[in-house]
């Protein structure tokens, strides 16, 4: 069990009413949510080990490859899993999805024209290691139209799932690209109110981690809500 | 002026989006390619305590089932006890993945019933499962959890029900009980809204 929790800084997060993403519109809540102080249920979470996953989760370019590789733009993407306070989060799960390259997903719902990549299944998964640090290797994926307004194009973008030592943490996001034109078109993006919140979305180029003649190179880091230092266990209210 | 208090900022949250099957659900999307895809057994076969069945249907605003949505869940043990936090079954991971029939929007899952845990103030709370949801149109995954209708005595003094203004709202956080199952419908919003949690 983890120490508490900074509260989430819901201004910062994105409101669940976002009128001009319209799917938010009638899923959003229309009540306030009841905060809640910690108990065990929060500050606990799963853990996962090697038991479980295995190395070759973490390349996309090979873990569904049938043929041969898939076709598209290679890229590294790695970054670190931090907390508030920029501590490292060990050892904690990190999953990933996106569309292949021409932004079509390996999905049953997914109608868009764009072929699937036969060598492409675009899903992978990894835990970080004890310094919080995590990498996947990839193809870059591609934009995609999606029925919002009548010509809406999502940025290329990869959606990652994090885990953190306490379910409270639990944190699901979109990575975007560096220079990319759609980002500040997005109405999924746009859900966010702040403009710095919107700039940690967006993964660097980083010639420094680039493979010479090979494979381009992101870094994304990951921020989770960070745990207090001290806890003194409160009196009752009222008593 | 001030020092700077130098924290970093929570990464902001993006919705799940129509395919988050892919990542997470991948057999649900059409394609194996893990060895063992995660989610799919919460207790294990050596747990204690009772084998129940958790069912229901998430609904939108309009009263629609939202077909697209996947469930966390997140639970100790019979004996209250989570994964992490004591000694617990081996193979008992208290973690789980449901998601909705794509053509009916049902989600099912298979657990125990959990024990009740200690909460604030040295006081047990009720039994409970704790949900996080997500999908298409949730910007940012959304907190509750399910109690038990049979569980009456606790839920009344449970301090998490207990917060909840208006008492009739309580209900929406409790699931009904038929055999060894329960159904969990959840509303998302209009009438009958679950309540959800700021944790």
Known sequence: MTAELFQRDRVWQPPAYTPNYKSSVNRSPNLAPLSLEMTQSELTAPRFGHDVIDPIDCDLIRNYAKTGDPIGERIIVHGRVLDENGR??????????????????????????????????????????????????????????FRNWINSWRPAHIHISVFGPAFAQRLITQMYFEGDPLIPKCAIINAIPDQRAIDGLVAALDLNETIPLDTIAYKFDIVLRGQRSTFFENRPEGN | MVQSLNYLKETASQTAGPYVHIGLAPGAAGFDIYRKELGHDIAGPNAKGERITVTGIVYDGIGAPIKDILIETWQANADGVYPGAGDVEEGFVGWGRAISDFDTGRFTFETVKPGRVMGRNGKLMAPHISLWLVARGINLGLSTRMYFSDEADANAEDQVLNLVGPPERRSTMIASRDGSTYTFDIRVQGDNETVFLDV
Not at chain 1, 112 to 127: E, H, Q, S, T, W
């Open chain 1, 88 to 145: 490292p989060v060990p050892h904690t799960l990190v999953e990933v999805w996106q569309a292949n390259a021409g932004g079509r997903y390996r999905h049953k719902n997914d109608t868009y024209f764009a072929p699937i990549d036969p060598n492409f299944g675009g899903c992978g998964r990894v835990l970080s290691d004890a310094e919080g640090r995590y990498m996947f290797r990839t193809i870059k994926p591609g934009a995609y139209p």
